[in-house]
C-alpha cells in the first residue's frame, strides 16, 4: 500500500506571496490533518478534514486554510505569506474514526521557506 | 485539556534498553496513549499506543502505570538508527484529537 505523499517536498517564496500544498492520503483513509512544525513551537495541529468537511481546526489565523476532495486528496493554502510561516508541513492520514486506537500515518512533509 | 509532558533529551549507549517517560497526569479513563518517533528529515511514524495493560511489538513495549498518569516507551536494545524526537500523545476518546507532546529528543552513543 502507497504511504502519505505529499508535494512538493521543498519551496521558497518570499513575504506577501502565497502557497498551496498538496498531501495524497494512503488509499481508504479518509481524515487527513495537516500540521505546522517549526523548532520554536514544536508539531502544531492546523486542521482536520473528513469527507470534504473540515472537521477540526487549530488556533492559526485564518490565513491558512484547507479543502478536501471527494477522492480524499486534500490541500493546504497559506496567504499574504510571512517569515513566521517558514515550517515544516505535515499532512497525516487515517481512516477518520471515532476510535482512540486507531493510527494516524504522516507524509514526509513540505519544507516552505520564505524569504 | 489533557496534556502530556516529556523530558527534552535523553542519551544512550548502542545496544542498552532505553526507557522514554510520559507524564499525563490529567489523562481521562478511555483516552489511548500513542507513541510516534520523528527520523531526521522525515515525517513522524508510528511506534506503538496501548489503554490500561502493557503492550508489545517488534519496534518496542509499551508499560502503562497503573493509575495511567504516566507511560514509559522501552526500546530493548538501541540502535544508532533509533536516533530520533519520541512524542507520546493522547488520543482522547469522543474527540478527533491527537494531543502531542514537545518530544524527548534521543541520541544514542556508539
Known amino acids: 500500500k502507497a504511504g502519505v505523499t505529499q508535494t512538493p517536498r521543498y519551496l521558497i517564496k518570499t513575504r506577501g506571496q502565497q502557497v498551496t500544498l498538496s498531501c495524497s492520503p494512503i488509499?481508504?483513509?479518509?481524515?487527513v490533518s495537516w500540521y505546522q512544525q517549526t523548532p520554536g513551537q514544536g508539531l502544531q495541529f492546523l486542521f482536520e478534514?473528513?469527507?470534504?468537511?473540515?472537521?477540526n481546526k487549530g488556533n492559526f489565523p485564518g490565513r491558512f486554510s484547507g479543502r478536501q476532495f471527494s477522492n480524499s486528496r486534500s490541500e493546504m493554502n497559506v496567504s499574504t505569506l510571512e517569515l513566521g510561516d517558514s515550517a515544516l508541513y505535515l499532512c497525516a492520514s487515517r481512516p477518520g474514526g471515532l476510535s482512540p486506537a486507531e493510527t494516524q500515518y504522516f507524509g514526509p512533509g513540505t519544507r516552505l521557506l520564505v524569504l | 485539556d489533557a496534556k502530556t509532558t516529556q523530558p527534552n533529551s535523553m542519551e544512550s549507549n548502542e545496544e542498552e534498553p532505553v526507557h522514554l517517560p510520559c507524564n499525563h497526569s490529567t489523562i481521562s479513563g478511555t483516552d489511548y496513549i500513542h507513541w510516534y518517533r520523528q527520523l531526521p528529515s522525515q515525517g513522524p511514524e508510528y511506534v506503538i499506543h496501548?489503554?490500561?495493560s502493557n503492550v508489545n511489538n517488534r519496534m518496542a513495549s509499551l508499560a502503562i502505570a497503573e493509575d495511567r498518569k504516566s507511560s514509559t516507551l522501552i526500546l530493548h536494545r538501541a540502535t544508532l538508527r533509533d536516533a530520533a524526537v519520541y512524542y507520546c500523545i493522547l488520543r482522547p476518546s469522543g474527540t478527533y484529537k491527537y494531543i502531542f507532546g514537545t518530544g524527548t529528543r534521543l541520541k544514542v552513543l556508539a
Open positions: 478534514y473528513f469527507s470534504e468537511t473540515q472537521r
Open positions: 496501548g489503554l490500561t
Open positions: 488509499s481508504g483513509h479518509r481524515s
